[in-house]
């Protein structure tokens, strides 16, 4: 799961991408003849300049397929293209006909009416061969709006010149992470961890390391101001204050991943979908300096959560069956091997983790197991929108204007208001 890429991201503006989405009659395709035709546009919200490029060409291949089929790519940066979709498919125009939905957004898009079903279509073809916890995001009231493309979670990135030369192993717990932090500190000038502050997405692996949660979805409780989000916000608060982590409240993708490349910081938490730009970092032109752990566990374990991204059909495409036929292309075993081997993101199918290309990736075959133990958010439609509360506490916690305590109970407060009858 590609979380809160800045928009420095290429992107087309809506009003480009109304000139050839699936919601105008231009696009129309038809398969009377036996043969897929027409327009699909889809909207890419991975990172520029490393995998945007690999799933341009793998898009490009499905035209080599299906020569009367022009697939019109746009990136569309990840922080904009939740609420671009939802205000396009409102409006019933400048809609894509396919998006990269983050996994998060499958249910919300589903439960306002914006996506296809895509029970019986092409899109699903060998349904059973999906993974069960990257599939479990895809449904919604008893149907399938979404096909898994890729899964993820996340674990601790290190720099091992920085290790060698602290003479430190890696951490296991938060505890040893201060010590770590301490040391590396003491012996290099250099700061441990670089705390992403502006994206609550980060802040998961503690929440749940402590036992905690935002919801339980099964008894419509709100859970994130229980004793244990508020020992997750003490946790932060701790790493930073000591000394441990370094973070901010702006620009934290751009400032976490720069500081991590050029050596200024030991560690960063962070998940597959970043390693294609870490290795682009002076640090590490040798591949071999780069090393990736579980996230230090909490008190109550280990708590990396699960991500991924889904392929969904807008329901108001005008060119459903290519669209439904561009969505497996791109979830296929053979796409998805690709882009394990091209870019270390998981196949969210069984069958593609025996390809060579998944075999042969170290970060891959890490992650795996990760992702098994992956803690799961809860898949209701308001999920995506939990984190817009979260965050704004999370990162006064971190830069000092408000207290755990404070920050867990008004984090509560708000997801009572969004969540009608919820006690």
């Known amino acids: 799961m590609r979380r809160g890429i800045t928009a420095t991201a290429l992107v087309a503006t809506l009003a480009l991408a109304a000139t050839a989405c699936g919601s105008d009659d231009e696009s129309g395709g038809s398969k009377s003849s036996g043969e897929l ?9 991975s990172t520029v300049g490393s995998e945007d490029k690999v799933f ?36 019933g125009a400048g809609a894509p006909d396919v998006i990269r939905s983050e996994v998060a957004w499958t249910p919300e898009f589903a439960d306002l009416g914006y996506l296809a079903p895509l029970d019986g279509t092409a899109a699903l073809k060998d349904q059973g061969d999906f993974l069960e916890q990257a599939a479990a995001s895809t449904k919604y009231k008893d149907k399938t709006y ?8 996340m674990g601790i990135f290190y720099n091992k010149k920085i290790f060698k030369e602290a003479g430190v192993e890696v951490p296991k717990n938060i505890a040893d992470l201060k010590t770590v932090s301490k040391t590396i500190k003491d012996k290099t ?10 994206d609550a997405y980060w802040f998961l692996s503690f929440l749940y390391g402590e ?27 701790d790493l930073v204050d000591s000394g441990a982590a370094k973070t901010d409240a702006t620009d934290g993708w751009e400032n976490m991943q720069s500081s991590f490349k050029d050596g200024k910081v030991a560690m960063m938490i962070n998940g597959p979908w970043a390693v294609a730009d870490t290795l682009t970092g002076k640090e590490f032109t040798d591949k071999a300096n780069l090393g990736i752990s579980p996230v230090p566990a909490g008190t ?58 998944a075999a042969d990736s170290e970060i891959v ?54 969540l009608k009858g919820w006690k």
Do not use: C
């Not at 035709?37 to 919200?45: A, I």
């Not at 060409?57 to 293209?81: L, R």
């Not at 000038?189 to 502006?198: E, I, N, V």
């Open 37 to 45: 035709s027409g327009t699909v546009t889809w909207w890419d919200t």
């Open 56 to 91: 341009k060409k793998i898009a490009e291949g499905f035209e080599k397929k299906h020569p009367k089929v022009d697939v019109k790519y746009v990136n569309v940066p990840f922080g904009e293209a939740q609420n671009k979709f939802k205000n396009a498919a409102q409006a």
């Open 146 to 153: 979404a096909v898994p493309q890729v899964i993820d979670s």
């Open 189 to 198: 000038g250099k700061t441990g961890l670089y705390l992403r502050g502006d």
């Open 211 to 237: 036992g905690g949660d935002l919801v339980d979805a099964e008894s419509k409780t709100v859970t994130v101001n229980n004793p244990e989000g508020v020992k997750a916000f003490k946790t932060v608060k």
């Open 300 to 357: 109550a374990g280990q708590g990396a959560p699960q991500g991924g991204h889904n392929l969904a059909v807008y329901a108001g495409s005008k060119n459903l069956d290519a669209s439904y036929a561009f969505v497996e292309y791109m979830t296929s075993v053979e796409t998805q091997a690709q882009t394990a081997g091209e870019l270390n993101l998981l196949p969210t199918r069984t069958s593609a983790y025996a390809k060579q290309e």
């Open 365 to 418: 075959q890490f992650f795996k197991p990760v992702v098994e133990t992956a803690v799961e958010r809860p898949w209701i439609p308001e999920t995506g929108s939990l984190f817009a509360p979260l965050v704004t506490e999370y990162t006064k916690v971190l830069t000092g204007q408000t207290t755990p305590e404070k920050a867990a109970s008004t984090t509560g407060d708000s997801y009572r208001k969004l």
